[in-house]
């Protein structure tokens, strides 16, 4: 199947639930709007009486998310490797 480029895919349309978005994530309900309401996870898009997520967005923040941890945790690692190499010159 071809598509114009300026159609969207299917894929850039789904959408997921709120159940679905806390099942992708394996976070609490709390958490999720919590994240949304400081903008670390997209805000959903209501229809009638559901709440739907756009999945390209989420999978989008969750990639960041991912990314920005992992460059968290060479910083700390970073930081604990100068802490013992100036512990280790002073002992």
């Known amino acids: 199947m071809i598509t114009a480029p ?3 895919t299917p894929e850039d349309v789904a959408r997921l639930t709120t159940d679905e978005v806390l099942a992708l994530t394996r976070i609490s309900r709390a958490t999720l709007w919590r994240r949304v309401a400081s903008g670390r996870l997209p805000g959903p898009i ?3 009486r559901q709440s739907l997520f756009l999945k390209s967005a989420v999978l989008s923040a ?10 968290r945790t060479v910083a700390v690692e970073q930081r604990l490797e100068a802490m013992r190499r100036r512990r280790h010159r002073h002992a």
């Open 46 to 48: 209501d229809q009638g």
């Open 6 to 8: 300026d159609q969207p």
């Open 62 to 71: 969750l990639r960041r998310e991912a990314g920005q941890s992992l460059t």
